[in-house]
């Protein structure tokens, strides 16, 4: 066992798909590193929870060296306590004949709660990442019920959108996915997502020097980045799990370690109007974590005509669910 004291890691809708994706990687050390023990809380609501005693089973059989210990649990305040990371994944998914609004009311009151406890339980520097969607309005639910919680330490998922963006990318140049950098994802985690090729590298190069095919990067990559969320649910009968899950493995992973030089990584943080956005929105950005472990937005890229009008209609739909759940839960957010 290593020497370093563990990162506990909450994780709610541990048993489900995306989390069961998850949790193995996390207690086999391929987030904080090999040295870094790692801890487990794992959350579930009731339906879940004897799914969950099997995953505490599956992950006793690994006997990963790095994992200390494992809470299985259907209550957030024992699940919450002293998290240094919590990994909001568990939601309730749009269901047929629901509207936007039912689904931001019902899953905005899970959001309350867990925000809550998250501040009564967790350590006071605990970080929290939202996966379950729609997951930038309710990572700031989250936020606005976490009491005196930093607000730099809640993040929303875009590096799904991200990983689909280089992968097209490297596909159209005919390049390896780890030469594609700089993908920004602006805004929110839907079909209004601006996936900018325009600041973009593919081997050092400027995107749009290497792929000379402008309208597929404005016609056919944009649209199918912001709509691959749909296909795969639409080949497969349900979300994305496993890239879902990798996704947020990477965010923790670009989080806790500095960011290479001269790349950036993608995450929503709240609003404080860089780039002209509202403030208080949580808004997808470029973001560089630094040595000490805080971040900053990436400043200064350059944006073009283009790519403003991408990134006013993702504003405006953000604000909109704002508004639409304020109304919903009767808070104003
Ligand atoms: C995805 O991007 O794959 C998911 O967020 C889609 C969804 O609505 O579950």
Not at 27 to 34: E, K, M, N
Request: a neutral charge; glycine letters at 10%; charged letters at 20%.
């Amino acid at each position: 066992m290593a020497s370093k004291s563990p990162i506990r890691v909450a994780v709610t809708g541990a048993a489900g798909n995306i989390g069961y994706a998850a949790i193995f990687r996390l207690a086999s050390g391929a987030v904080f590193g090999p040295d870094q023990p790692v801890a487990l809380n794992l959350i579930e609501v009731g339906p879940g929870l004897n799914a969950l005693a099997g995953v505490v089973m599956e992950l006793q059989d690994c006997a990963f060296p790095l994992l200390t210990d494992v809470v299985a649990t259907g209550d957030l305040n024992e699940g919450f306590k002293d998290a240094d990371w919590c990994l909001l994944i568990g939601a309730v998914p749009r269901k047929d004949g629901m509207e936007r609004k039912d689904l931001l009311g019902i899953n905005g009151k899970i959001f309350i709660g867990q925000g809550e406890a998250i501040a009564r339980n967790a350590k006071k520097s605990v970080k929290v990442l939202v996966v379950g969607n729609p997951c930038n309005t309710n990572a700031l639910i989250a936020l606005r019920s976490a009491g005196n919680l930093p607000a730099e330490n809640f993040f929303a998922m875009t590096r799904l959108d991200e990983n689909r963006a280089k992968s097209q990318l490297a596909a159209k140049a005919g390049a390896h996915n780890s030469v594609v950098k700089n993908v920004a994802i602006w805004g929110n985690h839907s079909s209004t997502q601006y996936p900018d090729f325009t600041n973009a590298l593919i081997g050092g190069k400027p995107a749009t020097q290497v792929i000379t095919d402008h309208a597929w990067l404005k016609e056919t990559f944009v649209p199918d980045v912001q709509k691959r969320g749909a296909a795969v649910i639409k080949a497969r009968g349900a979300s994305s799990a496993a890239s879902a899950a990798n996704a947020a493995l990477d965010t923790l992973r670009s989080l806790h370690f500095p960011t290479p030089a001269g790349d950036w990584h993608s995450v929503a943080v709240l609003s404080k109007g860089d780039y002209g956005i509202s403030p208080g929105i949580m808004f997808g950005y470029p973001l560089r974590t630094k040595a000490d472990g805080s971040w900053e937005i990436v400043q200064g890229l350059p944006i073009d005509a283009f790519s403003k009008e991408k990134i006013a209609i993702t504003e405006k739909e953000l604000l909109e669910e704002r508004a639409t759940a304020s109304e919903a839960l009767g808070l104003k957010l």
